[in-house]
T-cell receptor, first 115, second 112 residues
Framework: GAGVSQSPRYKVAKRGQDVALRCDPI?????LFWYQQALGQGPEFLTY????????KSGLPSDRFFAERPEGSVSTLKIQRTQQEDSAVYLC?????????????FGPGTRLLVL | DAKTTQPPSMDCAEGRAANLPCNHS???????VYWYRQIHSQGPQYIIH???NNETNEMASLIITEDRKSSTLILPHATLRDTAVYYC?????????????FGKGTSLLVTP
């Protein structure tokens, strides 16, 4: 079956530009996560949705980062006024239910390069 | 969540068993041990998890010591496609939050 998909796979932005990254979770999955992965590091949590509700945004690094999931399926991570330190791979994951121990299924990521 | 310690890198010959250790000496009784891996340019992939007993699935086996302070992920017959970064993560049913805390993991290189 279809897994988690993300688009675009690669994005080059000039410093100061706004970008929007899309995540299509597995159909029917209640939970959706965004992670940021810097080069050579493990993924780091950004934010979590349960259906359309954003229950945890403690990992968002600044108020330039904004995520939404208005209908409880597709999610968009928006970064305003991009900076060079925002260059990273942005990973989306989904899980079937709201249980903390549910397996998270990851997409391939969007590689963002800010010049 | 309990902190985990893994070696930064390991090598394994193709066809041999790969044994990846993880230390979690501060683990508490309600915390599970999870393993994910990340192949280059892909998102992380769930492998296996356990609480107390050893576990086995089609991908790997998980051996947890009796005192639960350490565990070993075993890939019984490693192939070149098993080259990846392996993450050991400790999770509790309550109080963990929903985020996975990946750390730096172990980079496993399977050689021909």
């Amino acid at each position: 079956g279809a897994g988690v998909s993300q688009s675009p796979r690669y994005k080059v932005a000039k410093r100061g530009q706004d970008v929007a990254l899309r995540c299509d979770p597995i159909s029917g999955h209640v939970s959706l996560f965004w992670y940021q992965q810097a080069l050579g590091q493990g993924p780091e949590f950004l934010t979590y949705f349960q259906n359309e509700a954003q229950l945890d945004k403690s990992g968002l690094p600044s108020d330039r980062f904004f995520a939404e999931r208005p209908e409880g399926s597709v999610s968009t991570l928006k970064i305003q006024r991009t900076q060079q330190e925002d260059s990273a791979v942005y990973l989306c994951a989904s899980s079937l239910s709201a249980g903390v121990l549910e397996t998270q299924y990851f997409g391939p990521g969007t590689r963002l390069l800010v010049l | 969540d309990a902190k985990t310690t893994q070696p930064p890198s390991m090598d394994c010959a193709e066809g041999r068993a790969a044994n990846l250790p993880c230390n979690h000496s501060t683990i508490s009784g309600n915390e599970y041990v999870y393993w994910y891996r990340q192949i280059h340019s892909q998102g992380p992939q769930y492998i296996i998890h356990g609480l107390k007993n050893n576990e086995t699935n089609e991908m790997a086996s998980l051996i947890i010591t009796e005192d639960r302070k350490s565990s070993t992920l075993i890939l019984p017959h490693a192939t070149l496609r098993d080259t990846a970064v392996y993450y050991c993560i400790v999770r509790a049913r309550t109080g963990s939050g929903y985020a996975l805390n990946f750390g730096k993991g172990t980079s496993l290189l399977v050689t021909p």
